[in-house]
Nanobody, 126 residues
Framework: QVQLVESGGGLVQAGGSLRLSCAAS????????MGWFRQAPGKEREFVAA???????LYADSVKGRFTISRDNAKNTVYLQMNSLKPEDTAVYYC????????????????????WGQGTQVTVSS
């Protein structure tokens, strides 16, 4: 079992930057694949970025080149650095985790993740 707590959201102007953090409790964080998803009002939850236990990464086309996902296993934390933010990036951002002993798994699908945080609001003003 793992619990996830996101932080770092807020209000930022278009073109600005934010760094989201997701702190995980529990053991064996290094064996978990981690993902970031977001959900805007009236829309479905969508994939943003994912990182495997072996640090392979995957990004949605809409954020590629602007967002960077990373992890610090010593701190049980995954990060999402968001640069060149746009108003369309406004959403609640969720962290997700899935245990994977192979170290090779990472996924853009919400149903592949067993654990979810409560979310943090990101608002980008134009």
């Amino acid at each position: 079992q793992v619990q996830l707590v996101e932080s770092g959201g807020g209000l930022v102007q278009a073109g600005g930057s934010l760094r989201l953090s997701c702190a995980a409790s529990g053991r064996r964080f290094s064996y978990y694949a981690m993902g970031w998803f977001r959900q805007a009002p009236g829309k479905e939850r969508e994939f943003v970025a994912a990182i495997s236990a072996s640090d392979s990464t995957l990004y949605a086309d809409s954020v590629k080149g602007r967002f960077t996902i990373s992890r610090d296993n010593a701190k049980n934390t995954v990060y999402l650095q968001m640069n060149s933010l746009k108003p369309e990036d406004t959403a609640v951002y969720y962290c997700a985790a899935d245990y994977d002993s192979s170290g090779r798994f990472y996924s853009p699908r919400t149903y592949d993740y067993d654990y979810w945080g409560q979310g943090t609001q990101v608002t980008v003003s134009s």
